[in-house]
């Protein structure tokens, strides 16, 4: 069962950890898009953001359902990123106890 189970692991890592990263660069790109820094008349500024809106968006969204705005301030990418990382706890600790590792 290792044979599969530790590789299994890993890619979710690797792919939750992409995930991550992703929603780390779609948050900062909104932020200089906001203030001007960058704009989306260039296409690639504007293809980069439309990817990344589109791979966040539908985890982003349940969240922003629940959690409120705190005075402008989005707090859902903190949430699902704080997710992300227990998940990442959670997959480390079975890959242990299994011998994955």
């Known amino acids: 069962m290792d044979v599969v189970l530790g590789p299994l692991i890993q890619v979710a890592l690797i792919a939750l950890n992409l995930y991550l990263w992703a929603i780390i660069i779609s948050a900062v790109l909104s932020w200089l898009v906001a203030f001007n ?17 589109r791979i966040t968006e539908p985890a982003l969204r349940p969240i922003r359902s629940v959690v409120p705005v705190m005075g402008g301030v989005d707090l859902s990418p903190m949430v ?3 997710l992300i990382i227990f998940l990442e706890g959670v997959l480390g600790r079975l890959a242990m106890q299994a011998g994955a590792f």
Do not use: A
């Open 37 to 53: 820094v960058i704009n989306t008349s260039n296409r690639f500024v504007y293809m980069v953001g439309d990817f990344l809106h």
């Open 80 to 82: 699902l990123i704080l």
